[in-house]
C-alpha cells in the first residue's frame, strides 16, 4: 500500500519561494511505472495539475505551462522522495498543494494515491 | 490545453436514487478519462480509471463509460456515504486537466 507524506510551511510570504516535500513509502521514487505529480486546489481555480517527475532509464520533468517558468520537481532517490519549489509566490497560489501518485502510463495513467495536502496562504 | 466540462454542478437526490454525471472534453481523448471522489477537507479519490474501469475496493454501484468526449459517472442508488465532489480528469495529454467538479448532496 503506497503512502504519501507532505511537509512544509502553511504560509509563504509574497514574491517568496514555496518548499514543499512528498516521501514516499510502498514505492520508489525510481519506479518504472509510476510517475509522480503535484496537484494544487483552491475554490477559484478548482483542481489544477502543476507538473510531475519520473523516471524511464533516465529523469523526466514536465509542468503545466502556466507554472512552467517558476517551478521545479526534483526527485530525491536516496530519501525516496520528491519536492516542489515554486518561486515568486503570490496570493493567487494560495491552495491546497497535494503530492500523488500516477500509475498506468506516465501520461495516460491515473491518480492512484494521494498525500494528506497542504494548505499554504501566500500573505504578508 | 484540454478542457474538460462536468454537468450539472450541483445535485440533490434520495438515497436509492440513481444518480448520473456527464463529463465533456473539449476534444477526443478516446478512452483516457478517470473519475474522482472528494469528501470535505480530504484528498481525491479514485473510482473509475480508463472511462470504464472500476478502482479496487470500489463498491460495484459505480460505473462508468463513453469515449471520445462525452463521458458518464453513474451512481445505480445513491448511499449516504456517497455524499462529496466528483471530479473527471482527462489523462490523454499534458497538461492534466480536471473538471469543475459535481457537488452531490443528500436530500
Known amino acids: 500500500q503506497v503512502q504519501l507524506q507532505q511537509s512544509g510551511p502553511g504560509l509563504v510570504k509574497p514574491s517568496q519561494t514555496l518548499s514543499l516535500t512528498c516521501v514516499i513509502s510502498?514505492?520508489?521514487?525510481?519506479?518504472?511505472?509510476?510517475?509522480w505529480n503535484w496537484v494544487r486546489q483552491s475554490p477559484s481555480r478548482g483542481l489544477e495539475w502543476l507538473g510531475r517527475?519520473?523516471?524511464?532509464?533516465?529523469?523526466?520533468?514536465d509542468y503545466d505551462p502556466s507554472v512552467k517558468s517558476r517551478m521545479t520537481i526534483t526527485p530525491d532517490t536516496s530519501k525516496n522522495q520528491f519536492s516542489l519549489q515554486m518561486n515568486s509566490m503570490t496570493p493567487e497560489d494560495t491552495a491546497v498543494y497535494f503530492c500523488?501518485?500516477?500509475?498506468?502510463?506516465?501520461?495516460?495513467?491515473?491518480?492512484?494515491?494521494w498525500g494528506q495536502g497542504t494548505l499554504v496562504t501566500v500573505s504578508s | 490545453d484540454i478542457q474538460m466540462t462536468q454537468s450539472p454542478s450541483s445535485l440533490s437526490a434520495s438515497v436509492g436514487d440513481r444518480v448520473t454525471i456527464t463529463c465533456r472534453a473539449s476534444?477526443?481523448?478516446?478512452?483516457?478519462l478517470n473519475w474522482y471522489q472528494q469528501r470535505p477537507g480530504k484528498a481525491p479519490h479514485l473510482l473509475i480509471y480508463?472511462?470504464?474501469n472500476l478502482q479496487s475496493g470500489v463498491p460495484s454501484r459505480f460505473s462508468g463509460g463513453g469515449s471520445g468526449t462525452y463521458f458518464t459517472l453513474t451512481i445505480s442508488s445513491l448511499q449516504p456515504e456517497d455524499l462529496g465532489t466528483y471530479y473527471c480528469?482527462?489523462?490523454?495529454?499534458?497538461?492534466?486537466?480536471f473538471g469543475g467538479g459535481t457537488k452531490v448532496e443528500i436530500k
Open positions: 480508463t472511462s470504464f
Open positions: 510502498g514505492d520508489s521514487v525510481s519506479s518504472n511505472s509510476a510517475a
Open positions: 480528469q482527462q489523462s490523454y495529454s499534458a497538461p492534466l486537466t
Open positions: 500523488a501518485r500516477v500509475i498506468g502510463g506516465y501520461t495516460s495513467g491515473w491518480f492512484d494515491s
Open positions: 476534444r477526443s481523448i478516446s478512452g483516457y
Open positions: 517527475t519520473f523516471y524511464r532509464s533516465k529523469w523526466y520533468s
